[in-house]
């Protein structure tokens, strides 16, 4: 089964503007994708790293129901290295972007190639943590990312893949 077929059974639906997978989990199935910067209608797609692993996906999910978002906006803003740290993926973001996009501008005639992170329009405010994290480990060497990983209980399954079941399933 190919990387395609195993991420639209990791999210339950086909993947947008799905270009690659840039992260496997430690069992070799697909852990982070890369995405175009416009779907096939030219639809802007703003993350560029995402998180397809369901493992990771939940324990991020359980961290964000717990404040994580809004807690992690506060940190970035009084935090200098992780304000720099942000500021930083932020541009990288959006050269990435840029370098996918090519001569493509889309719907909205490259708009939202300037977007940072999950598509946010501000350094000061977060949005969602698992285009953090899925930048973070696309994109080694972003603080904010790797800490909020590391503030992960458990990001990997510790016994067996778990998405190890739906490469072996029957259509």
């Not at 852990?31 to 790293?49: C, I, K, L, M």
């Not at 996009?101 to 977007?115: C, E, F, H, I, Y």
Request: charged share 30%; glycine share 8%; hydrophobic share 35%.
């Amino acid at each position: 089964m190919d990387d395609r077929a195993i991420v639209e059974r990791q999210l339950g639906r086909s993947p947008r503007a799905f270009r690659r997978v840039v992260v496997r989990c430690p069992y070799g199935l697909p852990a982070v994708t890369e995405q175009e910067p416009y779907d096939r209608s030219g639809e802007p797609f703003p993350t560029t790293y995402y998180l397809t692993c369901p493992h990771l996906v939940a324990a991020v999910a359980r961290l964000e129901a717990a404040g994580g978002v809004e807690r992690w906006s506060t940190l970035a803003r009084e935090d200098t290295a992780l304000a720099s740290s942000l500021k930083a993926a932020t541009e990288e973001q959006r050269r990435v972007r840029r370098e996918l996009a090519g001569s493509r501008r889309g719907r909205d005639d490259g708009a939202s190639l300037d977007l940072g992170i999950a598509g946010s329009h501000s350094l000061r405010h977060l949005k969602c943590l698992h285009a953090h994290v899925a930048f973070a480990l696309a994109r080694p060497g972003y603080t904010l990312g790797e800490r909020v990983l590391g503030e992960l209980e458990s990001p990997w399954p510790a016994a067996e893949c778990c998405s190890e079941e739906l490469r072996n399933r029957q259509q």
